[in-house]
């Protein structure tokens, strides 16, 4: 990851407020999920958790499930790692509409998916749901993708012995 944390941070959470109009909700919650994900990549999971599951909830009562998976990989990410089992508003991830939906849904599912896989040490598990992101949203020598799944696709062939095509993937 690159960039100011702190001046993101400062971005994000001025994006938070919302009005009575329309698409002030959905940029609401987009700086939301991304505000939550920012806290747990800084260390501050306690926070980044509530505030995905906080996210979670407006974005159900309000019908804007595009933005659910993207809060949910926050959420659940944590709580696989703390060993902790989903809370009852977090549905399973192998769905076939998250994994088929628009890529704002397919990615952050397909992550969940993986990082269950890396703490159950399920290689071919981790494998079979990241793989098809370099399809669904590919980098290339001039263009890195706006999702950060490429560090965890390389880390799953590593860890299945694959070194060649993980090694072809930082070319």
């Known amino acids: ?68 998976a993207l809060l949910e990989w926050t959420a659940r990410e944590i709580q696989l790692w703390r060993g902790e089992t989903p809370t009852d508003s977090l549905r399973p991830f192998a769905g076939t509409v998250e994994m088929r939906g628009y890529t704002a849904m397919r990615v952050p599912a397909r992550m969940i998916r993986g990082v269950e896989c890396k703490v159950n040490n399920d290689q071919e598990g981790g494998l079979a749901a990241l793989m098809p992101l370099i399809e669904t949203d590919p980098w290339t020598p001039d263009h890195a993708s706006f999702w950060h799944w490429q560090p965890e696709l390389i880390h799953a062939l590593v860890a299945a012995d694959r070194l060649d095509e993980a090694a072809s993937l930082t070319e």
Do not use: H, K, N
């Not at 960039?3 to 959470?13: H, I, P, S």
């Not at 987009?30 to 980044?48: E, K």
């Open 1 to 68: 990851m690159e960039g100011d944390f702190r001046t993101a941070y400062r971005e994000l959470e001025a994006a938070l407020p919302t009005q009575a109009r329309g698409g002030s909700l959905r940029i609401s919650l987009w700086a939301q999920a991304w505000l939550s994900r920012l806290q747990f990549v800084l260390g501050d999971w306690d926070t980044a958790l509530d505030g995905a599951l906080d996210g979670i909830r407006r974005a159900e009562r309000a019908g804007i499930e595009l933005i659910v």
